[in-house]
């Protein structure tokens, strides 16, 4: 017979016992999420960022992107141009297959005339700075009407549907300046640019002129995609600055009357074959189960798609590069893929999606770099509870190279038709690199996109994470996570 | 007697109970160490981030501290300005007393001549752009010596006592770019211009050229304090920007022979009377328990001090004004204190820290802003264990304000002294502000840093940071802590 404290002694034991047994079983399923990375992949991710900030030329190849190449929208000549350099670029890496998947593409162009112009009080006209929107048709010659300001479609919902018959629909509501990420701001800013011309001649409206969309107080007007709906009258769209926003919503609430006039050539044209370029690098344990990085080698016509996107094109091509020079052999087949069309279809996220469906191939994980150049913070994170708590796993690993926020949110508009086409048990880990957003829309779709606005340590520390991230989603063992 | 099984369970329970008990020991404790924020807490600090974002004055301050008053070395006429400045503007806020506190500081002037050129293998001067370091002796004419180049100080004692008699020598070891934080980067490189006019002399050179202490790659000379030995023969010293430094690296390295010459008219002379600038708010709990917050109020005397540290400044005035604006009562007395005379003496940090000890003022905590206006990141602690839990408990909840990288490390130069000063037991909990350090130093000390290179926003967002910590901090129960 023993006596309680030898029992209790016994016990605490077993306790024991069986507390380590569930940490075995646990560690042996899932070993990232409770150790963190292991001493090998520590080494490995700073021998990641050492390569990177010591030898990394994603600079370089986002001055030749800007430079030699420049703005690349979907159709035009420069994103074919963008796409055989981004064929070439990653073929010099010298590992791995090179292919274009065709794409078909909208053909918008902006045209020779766009100029615009405001008249207060019946005055002369003097000079407005306007970018028509993307997908906007245009004005067939002058077209100049008077202004009604609205914060909200709300408001202009409540005029009825001709509360705004023959005027200039004129949406005013600033990205919201209290809300801490910029990106979260964009969002609930962004239904004026998007759907403004059809909800402007739903009400009546002859056109809709968009306060850009960034915190920036700058004389730049901002462009970016907008849409039609089949069942209402097409009216021609465009973006004016942030301070000439301010100062026709000044004069409005003077009482004065604002007219504006636009004469706009832009047009859509019949859609192009384009494509995603695409290059593949075998697995050695998994060459049937695949991992994408990407971003987006379209842009916006103005400006050089310096931070949006050609940031996510270079540190996605610096990702092979990194690994290749390090002597690594990815586990799982790498993909990176240079998605088309992104700004005004996404017809390249869509088209990859879509094939690797037809060819049941399992994309077990796909990250996306499209949230500029700036200084990374960490990642957003869309996948099951297990994966999530996967990555999740390597946050304090992370902090010490400045990407130590892990939030769940989505993770880029390439990637996503993936998860979308994917039957349900294999959608893929998707992650989203997450830079500093203070500054991203202060250059977004405008003329301030250029490589002198993106810094050189800033961007390579970007591609050193998402290497890094890269290179750990290859280390997972994808069987045990649901 | 119990069976077996019915032990287990009574054991069980009673260790719930000592679990529990332990629990609640803890909780009692330090609250916030288990809990995070409260609700209320959480309610204050989105206050405070909205007041900031929504209706901040930081950065118009700082247009008028750079644009109006620009650099201001210590001993300048611009410094007493500034101290004037800052008296209004805490004045202004309307709560509390401000006064000034005499402090010594040291009068260096750059003087009218500046002038530099480099000659190669004896050919015609050619202009060389440099800066002198903060403290050095002139040259007393022009002074052209051959150059020598080092890495490191050991490579220079290698060649003994008088390795480099009637050179120039010139410290050329970059900042490491493999760092991930610049900061740290810094430091590595930063004896090179504190200490090199001393080794270079000691070694028998006749001045000290020194590699600017950036990243970036530009031609702007970046200056800085540097220190004479009095047992060592006084040399001038000067900066040369990082594209100067690579051009004589490489004409050395193919062997070509480069001359430097200087003629530098900068001197010290005597000592003057300024000012740290103190505005004190009387706290309604703690009266003589006080809580600082500051930043340094002197630059050097090139660029406008903008991030260095103008930030820290306007930031440190937002934190009473903001408070202020919200209705809130400080429960410890609250101290806003711009130091005089951080860049080349400490004598205001210094001077605070000897007249708080002389008063037997309990500083709890010290909060300090001087690391640049960029986005926000953190904060690094340098406190007691258990103050430091207390602080890092807030972690999870700051990630959603974008400051959740808390480490420990130095809080900041102008409350360093304050730890030193104050006998064990009553040294203050100190926190400093950390944002995005990839940028601070492409500015630092040169003609970049002014106004133009701060971020409203992201000023903003580290003034709303600083201010939710000092609340945080204020809230905190200081006789629980040791």
Not at 58 to 68: A, F, N
Not at 138 to 147: I, K, M, N, W, Y
Not at 271 to 297: C, M
Request: aromatic content about 8%; some cysteine; proline content about 3%.
């Amino acid at each position: 017979m023993m006596d309680s404290k030898a029992m209790c002694n016994r016990l605490v034991i077993r306790l024991g016992w069986v507390f380590g047994l569930l940490c075995a079983i646990s560690i042996q399923g899932e070993a990232q999420e409770e150790a963190g990375w292991s001493k090998r992949d520590s080494v490995m991710v700073a021998e990641i960022h050492g390569h990177v900030l010591g030898s990394g030329q994603c600079y370089e190849d986002l001055r030749v992107l800007c430079k030699d190449i420049g703005a690349r929208l979907s159709g035009s000549d420069e994103a074919d141009d963008a796409i055989l350099w981004g064929g070439q670029t990653l073929s010099s890496i010298g590992v791995g297959a090179v292919r274009m998947q065709p794409v078909v593409v909208p053909h918008w162009q902006r045209g020779e005339t766009e100029k615009a112009w405001m008249r207060v009080d019946g005055g002369a006209p003097e000079p407005l700075r306007i970018s028509a929107l993307g997908g906007s048709i245009g004005t067939d010659g002058p077209l100049e009407a008077e202004v009604a300001m609205f914060k909200n479609f709300d408001a202009l919902d409540s005029l009825g549907a001709e509360g705004v018959a023959g005027k200039m629909v004129f949406f005013n509501r600033p990205m919201d300046p209290l809300m801490i990420n910029a990106g979260s701001a964009y969002g609930g800013a962004y239904e004026q640019r998007s759907k403004g011309a059809v909800e402007a001649a739903a009400h009546g409206g002859v056109g809709a002129l968009v306060r850009s969309l960034t915190h920036a107080l700058d004389t730049f007007p901002h462009t970016g995609g907008m849409r039609y709906d089949d069942e209402v009258r097409k009216v021609p769209s465009a973006a004016v600055s942030t301070v000439d926003a301010r100062r026709i919503a000044q004069l409005l609430k003077d009482g004065r009357e604002v007219r504006v006039g636009m004469d706009m050539g832009c047009a859509l044209f019949d859609d192009k074959s384009q494509a995603n370029v695409i290059a593949e690098w075998k697995g050695t344990e998994f060459p049937d189960r695949y991992i994408v990085v990407g971003g987006h080698l379209d842009s916006w016509d103005i400006g050089e798609g310096a931070h949006d996107d050609g940031a996510g094109i270079v540190q996605s091509i610096e990702v092979m590069r990194t690994l290749h020079a390090l002597g690594y052999a990815p586990r799982h087949t790498l993909r990176v893929v240079l998605f088309i069309n992104e700004e005004n279809g996404n017809n390249g996220g869509k088209t990859y999606a879509l094939r690797a469906r037809e060819r049941g191939e399992w994309h077990v994980a796909a990250v996306e770099s499209d949230a500029g150049g700036d200084a990374p913070r960490g990642f957003s994170i869309d996948a099951s509870d297990s994966a999530t708590a996967a990555v999740r796993s390597w946050r304090e690993d992370f902090t010490g190279y400045g990407v130590g926020e892990m939030r769940r949110g989505g993770a880029g508009v390439d990637i996503g038709p993936l998860k979308k086409e994917m039957p349900a048990g294999k959608r893929p880990l998707m992650v989203g690199l997450r830079p500093n957003s203070q500054r991203y829309f202060d250059y977004h779709h405008s003329d301030r996109d250029i490589f002198e606005n993106v810094h050189e340590r800033e961007l390579k520390l970007g591609a050193a994470a998402l290497t890094s991230m890269v290179y750990l989603l290859d280390q997972l063992d994808y069987d045990t996570l649901d």
